[in-house]
Every structure is written in C-alpha cells, then in structure tokens.
C-alpha cells in the first residue's frame, strides 16, 4: 500500500494536449436494438456518451462508470480525463430499486462489451481498454474486471482489459445488494456479489484507490487492502493499492485520476 498526498500527484499529466481535437457522441444504446425495444427502462437508461480524440490511431480508452450507490447518478465524462489523448466512454446502467442484482452489473458487461467490439471503429485499441469508476462505479468496474462470466456471454475474454481502476470501490459484497437482500449494511459478505469472491493470479493488473482510512466509508480502505493482500498470496503479481491521504470518500476521485492516467502510460509502455 502506497499512502499518496495531493502535492504529489496534482502535477502528473496536468498540461492538456490543446492541439488535439475531439468528437462527442451521446446516448448511444449498448444493448441491440431488440432488447433495447424490449424494455422502456432499458431503452431510457442503457446509453453511453463518448469522448474520443479525433484523426487518432490506437489510443486508450477508459469507460467509466457513475457513483451512487448503485440507486442513483448519471453517466459522465470526467473533466480530469479530457484533453489528455484518450477517449472516455461514460455509462448510465439501471439502478435499484426499479432492478436487482445482477442487472446492473450485466448493464455494465453490456456497455463493456460494446467498447470492445466498436472502439476500433473510432480509431481505438482494442487492447488498451481501461475499466474504471467511483464508488458503486468502482464497484461495477471490479465485478465485470474479476467475474469473467458476465463478459463470456457477449464472448470476450474479461482479462482482455488493459487494467482494472476502481476508486473507493466496495470489495465486498455492496451494501445496495445486502440491502435488497434483508441484510443488514454492517453485515459484511464475500458471496457471488462481491470482488474479492473472484480473486485470481490472471487478472489483469489491478490498481485500487481509496480515500483516508479515518474518512472514507464504512471500512473502504479496509476492504480494498484486504483485496490487496488476497490477491498477492493468489499469485497476482500486479496488484497495487494507494491511500489519498486527507481526501474523503468523494473528494479522494480529483487526486485519484492524475493516477489512472499515470497507470495508462505505463500500460502503454509496456505494450509498445
């Protein structure tokens, strides 16, 4: 574990590539056209906006999903991730309670699912594809990244991702979930609903990101180091963990994105 302060990070990746241009696309259904007219809810919610470097060969690509507890938010695009040569797929997926478990975890394999198989299109790599999000978004971002079963079905291989990001993501089983399920919010669990269920040697590099242990939520920290260490002693040989020092469970995303970009150049590096 890694504990990081703001001065350390706030400068890496800063300067915006001005020169570059880029093209917006929104609300793009990640669902086919038939299960997309299947469901209203589906149909209002299943979309994803794009951020995409314009005239650009085999750049990198995050998909990023939403906060809120799995209950509420919007797709976005991060401001922190404009401008720095990437394209940036943001996600609305469905929320409880109008669904359960797993719907909006397959919303995600869905809307990942899609970038693999469309960002070639635009001019993107297909083997630089970064998962990531805050919070529940993190927590989706985990599941689709470790659970390869929800990527199988559309025939992608889930270690295919360049990396997994989640900042602040629940390693257990969320609390959203437990709720549904009658369990009580400090009634922690590591059943088919939480990450560290699916902890494994061949996982693609995974970089946790949490907040202050004494300001996050509810033992975030904790969770995220214990998926830590579980992966080391699995034979995960690229797991790694930062605490952002003095920043609470929302204000830790702002210091949090200098180092998902940090981890794309490195990614990249390494596939040169």
């Known amino acids: 574990m890694q504990k990081i302060l703001i001065f350390l990070v706030v400068a890496l990746f800063s300067t915006p590539l001005f020169s570059q241009e880029y093209i917006t696309a929104n609300n793009i259904h990640y669902y086919d056209e038939r ?3 299947s469901d209203v809810y589906i149909n209002e919610r299943c979309v994803l906006d794009m951020y995409v470097p314009k005239n650009v060969k085999n750049f990198p690509t995050v998909i990023w999903f939403h906060g809120g507890g799995l209950t509420g938010g919007q797709k976005e695009i991060p401001e922190a991730l404009k ?3 990437i394209a940036v797929v943001g996600v609305n997926y469905r929320l409880s309670p109008k669904v359960s478990a797993p719907k909006y975890i397959e919303d995600a394999a869905a809307a990942s699912a899609w970038v693999f198989n469309n960002i070639k299109k635009y001019g993107g790599s297909e083997d630089l594809i970064f998962i990531s999000g805050h919070s529940a978004g993190g927590y989706l971002a985990t599941m689709v990244g470790l659970n390869k079963s929800y990527l199988e ?8 991702f360049a990396s ?3 900042f602040s993501g629940q390693m257990i089983s969320h609390f ?3 709720k549904e399920q009658g369990i009580d919010e400090l009634d922690a669990r590591i059943d088919e609903m939480a990450p560290l269920h699916f902890i494994r040697k061949d996982a693609p590099p995974l970089l946790l990101i949490t907040g202050d242990r004494e300001k996050e939520l509810l033992g975030r920290y904790e969770e995220n180091a214990y998926m830590m260490r579980m992966m080391k002693l699995k034979g995960h040989k690229e797991t790694t963990l930062y605490e952002l020092d ?3 469970h929302v204000g830790m995303a702002e210091p949090a994105f200098p180092l998902l970009l940090n981890e794309i150049k490195r990614i990249e590096k390494l596939k040169k």
Not at 153 to 160: T, W
């Open 35 to 37: 299960t997309s007219r």
């Open 164 to 166: 997994i990001i989640p």
């Open 153 to 160: 079905k559309y025939g992608i291989d889930a270690n295919k």
């Open 176 to 178: 959203t979930i437990r």
């Open 246 to 248: 003095g920043f609470d």
């Open 83 to 85: 401008n720095k040569g």
